[in-house]
């Protein structure tokens, strides 16, 4: 019984955030998320028996779309790359679905016009060569649809359970049942409103930031036990490391990173300690890690772009530094469907507060070199994202979106997070009251998302901001259930936090002053 209650924390923000992806689940017209008939096509192709579409040929030249406005020559040659054609049975061709994509003052009431296509068809994905890993087994169920509304129904559900099993992985290496004021702060600051979006839509984004999260957790959970963890924490660590290695291109450039940050946090006597008591299991998520990340490889070699590494002179005349990075702060925050939908400018604010408070109470006691790992955790979040779009995506052609580096920047609130574990009972009350406050905007901001990207879908974002009395495009069930759903989610997603924000009665303080002299060592 005891053990039951110790976990019940976890039971209800597990099942928050499934009620708040079953939300966006229903209100986010199909084909509405970003680059959503891309993926579905790439997931056809391969539940048809294509792991591989065929390449284009020389003369193809793509249509131009607001996404494209104009291509280069070596853009083209870019996109023939990374394109693939894939045959598409009767019955299931995406076309004229998200026809309201790009045009931000119309509501999503063409979709309901549109007419499927009766006859097989060739078709191209941009996304044609991306690595299969989160297609296969959603790609394997599609095959059971008979329309493209059926099989998009079947990818988006098994996209958003990956998503919430790395999420549950995440929540239980982050909950201590001993301690107050847990890292499940953390967790619920880096799975932003942005995150939950993409976990309900086709898109390889959404397991790979998820990923991210539940392998920072497992890594930190990995140094909070004396003398070692429990034998799960590895297998957590094995499959979110895994997921995020073979989720895309960069995923072992993540994977490198997060165990670079590992290694610092840890410190050498920590390291060593880990290492003679658990010297096996570190081996075998060792080389299970080595082994995707040389899979991801592999694949990349045999089938990947071959994109033009060239570091920037200087920033892109168009854009600086300060400015993209806030721009990819709010994306990553929140900015829906094909990047046309924002949240409200206050929102965004409401974030920074949360994650303010959060970070004040985290360091009120950390230690000298905790404070140290912080503020370089905090840089490398701004340089990476930078460094990224410098030396390899404008090179290339490409932009930056937020979304792109989310599984990496999840990293300073997560480790922000374990700091306010650590240092909880020591923090006056005042300061613990502070870092509390940040749990209703969090839950608030989720059903603020879903209400934003609502709006634009039931009636541009032009329509009535009380739009649900009359909208032009409703989802299943209407958007009665769709936000009382999320209103639900919201609300259980805050008991959630506040109950893991109290420590258990058994805590003695002698556990207390034991871990306070741990954090200080390290």
């Known amino acids: 019984m005891l053990r039951r209650r110790s976990r019940s924390p976890i039971a209800r923000a597990v099942a928050a955030y499934g009620l708040i992806l079953l939300s966006w689940l229903l209100s986010t017209p199909p084909f509405s998320g970003t680059d959503e008939w ?239 008591a658990d010297r096996l299991p570190l081996l075998a998520l060792a080389a299970t890690l080595a082994i995707a990340c040389a899979g991801n490889r592999l694949w990349e070699a045999a089938y990947g772009a071959h994109v033009r590494i060239t570091v920037a002179a200087s920033p892109n005349q168009e854009i600086s530094s300060r400015a993209l990075l806030l721009e990819l702060a709010k994306e990553a925050i929140g900015y829906f469907q094909y990047l046309d939908t924002p949240m409200p400018g206050f929102a965004y604010k409401l974030y920074a507060l949360a994650f303010g408070l959060l970070t004040i109470a985290a360091l009120w006691r950390a230690t000298i070199r905790e404070r140290l790992l912080f503020a370089i955790g905090g840089v490398s979040t701004a340089v990476v994202p930078l460094a990224l779009y410098f030396a390899v995506l404008q090179g290339g052609g490409f932009g930056l979106q937020g979304r792109y580096v989310l599984p990496y920047i999840v990293i300073a609130p997560l480790f922000a997070g374990e700091l306010l574990r650590r240092h909880w009972s020591t923090l006056p009350l005042v300061v613990r009251t502070s870092a509390l406050a940040s749990i209703p905007l969090i839950s608030f901001l989720h059903f603020l998302g879903i209400y934003a990207a609502g709006r634009r879908s039931a009636v541009g974002l032009n329509g009535p901001k009380f739009f649900p009395l009359q909208p032009e495009w409703s989802p299943p069930g209407g958007w009665g259930l769709s936000l009382g759903l999320a209103a639900i989610g919201c609300a259980l997603l805050a008991t959630a936090l506040a109950a893991g924000s109290r420590p258990k009665a058994s805590t003695t303080k002698a556990a207390i002053i034991g871990e306070v002299g741990v954090s200080a060592r390290r």
Not at 53 to 80: C, H, W
């Open 38 to 276: 891309s993926h579905y096509l790439r997931a056809i192709g391969i539940a048809h028996g294509s792991w591989i579409g065929q390449k284009l040929a020389d003369s193809y030249v793509p249509a131009v779309t607001p996404f494209i406005p104009a291509m280069t020559p070596e853009d083209l040659d870019l996109f023939r790359q990374f394109a693939r054609v894939v045959h598409v049975p009767p019955g299931m061709s995406p076309g004229g679905y998200g026809c309201n994509a790009f045009h931000h003052l119309q509501s999503a009431r063409c979709n309901d016009a549109v007419t499927p296509l009766p006859v097989a068809s060739d078709e191209v994905t941009p996304v044609g060569i991306y690595i299969p890993t989160f297609y296969l087994v959603p790609a394997l169920i599609s095959r059971a649809a008979s329309t493209a509304l059926g099989a998009m129904r079947i990818l988006r559900t098994a996209d958003a359970m990956t998503c919430l099993i790395l999420l549950a992985i995440a929540l239980l290496c982050a909950y201590d049942a001993s301690r107050g004021g847990s890292s499940l702060l953390g967790v619920a600051l880096a799975a932003t409103p942005m995150a939950l979006f993409l976990g309900a839509i086709l898109n390889p984004n959404s397991p790979e930031i998820f990923a991210g999260i539940a392998f920072g957790c497992s890594l930190l959970r990995l140094l909070r036990d004396e003398p070692s963890p429990p034998r799960w924490v590895y297998l957590g660590a094995a499959a979110s490391g895994v997921s995020l290695a073979l989720a895309r291109s960069l995923g072992p450039a993540w994977v490198a990173l997060y165990l670079l940050a590992f290694a610092l946090v840890a410190g050498t006597a920590k390291l060593r300690a880990l290492w003679r």
